[in-house]
């Protein structure tokens, strides 16, 4: 494959709109659970990847159902090559540490591991990943390099050479979930709210009318607990609507040992004093003017436990990822009641300090795949690979488990009716494509990740103040950084 450059100024200097034509959830990986026996003969054709228990529900099915595995045989994956999944539970930073447990041992199978965008660049360095540059057919590499996201590509790359190491299966947006009925009962105008999203003040104001008003035990749920969704992704979003960045902004997203710690800048410890406000109310280390709408469990809550009480009727809104567009906005659930936006926003773009902060915002998830140098069925893997990049099985994987497809042109061409309830929303998938956000993804950032959401989440609960905790951590990350220019990486 040739290497993508279209949109890209410079490696590591991309505008957050240039930098994306686009766009995990963001977590997945843990124990292990084998789907089978994991045993080949001499002569299977059995593939083994890895993939949690959403992305496994999809890959096969019973009976006539549709299934991942059969849109794979009818875009040309030979029928004798099976997939067999390795499941793992949803923890994005234990999933990367089976990887790393079995990379590191030369252990295979699993021949396909699904890498969280995040941190795929640390194994492509580590040279524990297949080169696709050189293995998939230049007519593939074509296709990806000039349909799929920008963005996404760029978690699966080399940071040095370019070329393509993972194959994107899924990129995602975070986007904020709202009882559309209920808030405009309350009184309030959502009508624009798709593409221009509201200021978090009123959206405060909104949520916590709605919830009053209809006699709902919470208003505005979201994930805070102290794992890689925090850091990556939610605070990522919060941080950056208010114009503040880990690293001084988008420039400095995919360099790491010469950047500068902006983590203590008024405009992140603002963002934070926010959630304390609607976690708190008006309390210590709080912002005034803005609602208690959160829940104080949020704390403790990743993707799903935050998703129940919206999902059950008992929430006004909710900050999650597609597939919970696809959960909710089935005519069996919310139907077109259900509302769907980017982030709020903090302060206008004009008035942030770093650029592609500001405004509102969308953080980027997404998985990977990756082929294993060990394996012993590595030319099945590539065409497994090959068959995931056709537009039908993109469009199967779309309609069956809600994610995101890495070509997002298909989501504005795709039917409702034929894909779910996330296709009714494709101009706020655009928009939040547009307003994208991703996590710096070096092969600093595991090290760096850790330390920014046990930062954030002391501070939301209180257990530090939140520009003692910012502190804190800029020195925390100027020591990691430092490091880097030491070892000279």
């Given at each position: 494959m040739g290497r993508d450059t279209a949109g890209r100024d410079d490696r590591g200097r991309l505008g957050r709109r240039s930098f994306l034509k686009a766009a995990s959830a963001s977590s997945a990986a843990g124990t292990i659970a084998v789907a089978g026996c994991l045993g080949r003969g001499p002569g299977s054709n059995t593939v083994v990847m890895t993939a949690d228990s959403g992305v496994e529900g999809i890959i096969h099915s019973d009976g006539d159902q549709p299934s991942v595995q059969q849109a794979l045989w009818d875009a040309g994956l030979d029928e004798d090559i099976r997939i067999e999944i390795q499941t793992v539970v949803s923890d994005s930073a234990s999933r990367m540490q089976t990887a790393q447990s079995a990379l590191e041992a030369g252990r295979a199978p699993p021949d396909i591991h699904m890498m969280d965008s995040g941190w795929t660049v640390p194994f492509v360095l580590r040279n524990q990943t297949v080169n696709l540059t050189e293995e998939l057919p230049g007519e593939t590499l074509s296709?990806?390099?000039?349909?799929?996201?920008?963005?996404?590509?760029?978690?699966?790359?080399?940071?040095?050479?370019?070329?393509?190491?993972?194959?994107?299966?899924?990129?995602?947006?975070?986007?904020?979930?709202?009882?559309?009925?209920?808030?405009?009962?309350?009184?309030?105008?959502?009508s624009g709210w798709g593409t221009e999203p509201p200021r978090w003040e009123e959206f405060a104001n909104a949520v916590s009318d709605a919830r009053d008003q209809a006699g709902l035990n919470y208003g505005y749920t979201t994930q805070a607990a102290a794992y890689e969704g925090l850091s990556c992704c939610t605070f990522n979003e919060v941080m950056t609507s208010w114009g503040g960045a880990y690293f001084g902004g988008v420039d400095n997203l995919f360099t790491a040992g010469d950047r500068p710690i902006t983590v203590d800048e008024q405009s992140v410890v603002d963002a934070i004093r926010m959630m304390r406000s609607f976690i708190e109310g008006e309390n210590q280390n709080?912002?005034?003017?803005y609602s208690q709408i959160c829940p104080s469990p949020i704390v403790q809550w990743t993707e799903q436990e935050s998703l129940s009480p919206f999902?059950?009727?008992?929430?006004?809104?909710?900050?999650?990822?597609?597939?919970?567009?696809?959960?909710?906005?089935?005519?069996?659930?919310f139907g077109e009641d259900l509302g769907v936006t980017t982030s709020p926003i903090g302060v206008p773009e004009d008035e942030a300090e770093f650029e592609g902060t500001g405004g509102t915002a969308a953080a980027l998830g997404g998985w990977n795949l990756v082929v294993s140098p060990f394996s012993e069925r590595k030319e099945e893997a590539l065409q497994v690979l090959e068959a995931f990049a056709n537009e039908e099985v993109m469009l199967t994987v779309f309609q069956l488990g809600g994610y995101l497809p890495p070509n997002l042109d298909l989501v504005a061409e795709a039917n409702p009716d034929d894909v779910g309830p996330v296709a009714r929303y494709g101009e706020v998938v655009q928009a939040a494509s547009d307003n994208a956000i991703p996590r710096p993804a070096t092969d600093l950032w595991p090290e760096q990740s850790a330390l920014i959401y046990q930062s954030v989440n002391s501070a939301y609960r209180g257990a530090n103040a939140p520009q003692a905790a910012m502190n804190d951590l800029a020195q925390e990350l100027e020591q990691s950084e430092s490091e880097v220019q030491t070892n000279g990486n």
């Open positions: 296709y990806v390099n000039e349909n799929y996201l920008d963005a996404i590509l760029e978690t699966a790359r080399h940071p040095e050479s370019g070329d393509l190491h993972g194959l994107p299966l899924f990129p995602d947006l975070g986007f904020t979930l709202y009882r559309q009925d209920l808030i405009e009962d309350a009184g309030y105008d959502t709080t912002l005034d003017g999902d059950a009727g008992n929430a006004v809104s909710n900050r999650n990822w597609s597939f919970a567009i696809a959960q909710t906005g089935a005519e069996e659930a």
